[in-house]
């Protein structure tokens, strides 16, 4: 048998930060359920294979169904709620050791930087001559 993608201990963790499902006023087809698309989600991205190639037998709709989702919980904040989640969990265990923690200076502004805007040089003020085209002398020639 193969081995579980979300186990129940997992999916009792991500359950409560899923948003509710969209009413449907019009009706429509069942909404694929939201363990079955997580399944896919993490198949997917676990294995590399193109969302187009998500396998049938697996149970979990479509490929596009699933992206649609991920994308869904993106914006709902989901996977940012989830990965704080987790965090507090491995911490609460003791099972992070800071010491080896990176932070990524990029993402903070400069302590006392400057926060004025910096003059930008126009760079289509003149423009350089073609150097691909250009204009031949005319040539007189004379009646003789």
Do not use: N
Not at 100 to 115: E, Q, W, Y
Request: glycine share 8%; with cysteine; proline share 9%.
């Amino acid at each position: 048998m193969a081995k579980l993608l979300v186990s129940d201990d997992l999916w009792a963790a991500i359950a409560p930060l899923l948003p509710p499902e969209p009413p449907k006023p019009k009706g429509g087809r069942p909404r694929l359920a939201d363990r079955a698309a997580l399944t896919g989600i993490l198949f997917v991205l676990k294995s590399g294979l193109p969302w187009e190639m998500l396998p049938a037998e697996m149970g979990c709709g479509s490929g596009m169904s699933c992206w649609r989702r991920l994308r869904d919980w993106h914006e709902a904040g989901v996977w940012a709620a989830l990965h704080r989640v987790l965090l507090e969990r491995l911490q609460a265990a003791g099972q992070i050791d800071w010491r080896r923690a990176a932070l990524d200076s990029a993402s903070l502004p400069a302590k006392g930087g400057d926060l004025r805007q910096g003059r930008t040089r126009p760079t289509a003020a003149s423009r350089a001559p073609s150097a691909t085209s250009w204009s031949m002398p005319e040539v007189h020639h004379s009646a003789c």
